[in-house]
């Protein structure tokens, strides 16, 4: 029989050195019960990529970030309504060409 151990709580794991968005994504991801943890689609929709939606956010050296949502066309059936939050209003026609590229390869 193994031992009952008591759950240490995130926030004392990583004390100050985590945000609370980060420390809550971890929190759902490290859930030992499989169909209890988020999936990795529904990480990228948690609110501590928040920023990475945010049609002003730059590069530490400034420049813009590379394409994000170019999901292939069985992320975007996978997503369903996850999707719109996934993909933010400025970035609506990115995964279109990739996905319209892949099919065309097929």
């Given at each position: 029989k193994?031992?009952?151990?008591?759950?240490?709580?995130?926030?004392?794991?990583?004390?100050?050195?985590?945000t609370?968005?980060?420390?809550?994504?971890i929190?759902?991801?490290?859930?030992?019960?499989?169909?209890?943890?988020?999936?990795?689609?529904?990480?990228?929709?948690?609110?501590?990529?928040?920023?990475?939606?945010?049609?002003?956010?730059?590069?530490?050296?400034?420049?813009?970030?590379?394409?994000?949502?170019?999901?292939?066309?069985?992320?975007?059936?996978?997503?369903?309504?996850?999707?719109?939050?996934l993909?933010?209003?400025?970035a609506?026609?990115q995964?279109a060409?990739?996905?319209?590229?892949?099919?065309?390869?097929?």
């Amino acid at each position: 029989k193994f031992p009952q151990i008591k759950a240490h709580p995130w926030i004392k794991v990583f004390r100050s050195k985590a945000t609370p968005d980060a420390i809550d994504l971890i929190s759902k991801l490290l859930i030992y019960t499989p169909d209890k943890r988020v999936t990795p689609l529904q990480s990228c929709g948690h609110a501590f990529f928040d920023e990475l939606r945010d049609p002003n956010t730059k590069l530490p050296n400034g420049r813009d970030l590379p394409t994000l949502f170019d999901f292939s066309a069985e992320e975007m059936r996978m997503g369903g309504d996850l999707m719109r939050k996934l993909i933010p209003a400025h970035a609506q026609g990115q995964q279109a060409a990739p996905a319209a590229a892949a099919a065309a390869k097929r």
